[in-house]
């Protein structure tokens, strides 16, 4: 089972970038899908963005579209989340999870928690001035 680890959140000023990698410690990414979560205080965790393993079909909620961009490179065991203008109100932290994928199909995002299996520790992305 893979053991998820984030890293590359941080400080950055509306319209910024970062770029948030997930990596299976010791462990594999193979036959599984990666997705990137985020929670606000007060708020519930939502899947935002996710890759399918066998062709790495990709599948985004509607706040990042345009801006967020997920990619995994097997060999590395590493997923990525590439933020470009960023908003005050992305300011979250962020998870990466994943569950293991029998067939290729679209994977999950929104509110879909319950889908994943195994999580990362999470790490703060704060977009402020």
């Known amino acids: 089972q893979p053991h998820l680890v984030e890293s590359g959140g941080g400080l950055v000023q509306p319209g910024g970038s970062l770029k948030l990698s997930c990596a299976a410690s010791g462990s594999t990414m193979d036959g599984y899908v990666i997705g990137w979560f985020r929670q606000a205080p007060g708020e519930e965790r939502e899947g935002i963005s996710c890759?399918?393993?066998?062709?790495?079909?990709?599948n985004d909620v509607d706040s990042v579209k345009g801006r967020f961009t997920i990619s995994r490179d097997n060999a590395k065991n590493t997923v990525y989340l590439q933020m470009n203008s960023l908003k005050p109100w992305d300011t979250a932290v962020y998870y990466c999870?994943?569950?293991?994928?029998?067939?290729?199909?679209?994977?999950?995002?929104?509110?879909?928690?319950?889908?994943?299996?195994?999580w990362g520790q999470g790490t703060q992305v704060t977009v402020s001035a």
């Open positions: 999870a994943a569950y293991r994928q029998s067939f290729p199909a679209l994977c999950m995002v929104g509110y879909v928690k319950y889908r994943y299996d195994y």
């Open positions: 890759i399918d393993y066998f062709d790495s079909r990709t």
